[in-house]
């Protein structure tokens, strides 16, 4: 049974930053990719980050240069470093790995920025 553990979420002031780690657990058949998603209350699940096994990486335009996201397929490990954090950056975040089979998702750790 595939599980992803998420941790680093919390609190922070506007201006800080803050590491997000995420764990997989058990068999995935070939890893496509990995990536960060976040969902803010009343609003769809976005796209955050992503990187390929190829090493493509794909940020949302709106994160690019405060946020780097990094891996290791072989680890099953994904980060997400989040820098000069702003309150609408406040969500829960998911982290998600694609296999050539299907998505696995993690259960979510919460990030609330004040202002």
């Known amino acids: 049974q595939v599980q992803l553990v998420e941790s680093g979420g ?3 002031q506007a201006g800080g930053s803050l ?3 995420c764990v997989a657990s058990g068999n995935i058949f070939r ?9 803010a209350p009343g609003k769809q ?12 990486i794909n940020y ?3 994160l690019k240069g405060r946020f780097t996201i990094s891996g ?3 680890k099953m490990t994904v980060y997400l470093q989040m820098n000069s954090l702003k309150p ?28």
């Open 10 to 12: 919390g609190s922070v």
């Open 88 to 115: 609408e950056d406040t969500a829960v975040y998911y982290c998600n790995f694609r296999s050539s089979v299907r998505d696995y998702w993690g259960q979510g750790t919460q990030v609330t920025v004040s202002s």
């Open 72 to 74: 290791d397929n072989a």
């Open 60 to 62: 949302a335009d709106s």
């Open 31 to 39: 890893i496509n990719g990995m990536g960060w998603y976040r969902q």
């Open 19 to 21: 590491r997000l780690s």
């Open 45 to 56: 699940r976005e796209l955050v980050a992503a990187i390929a096994s190829s090493g493509f």
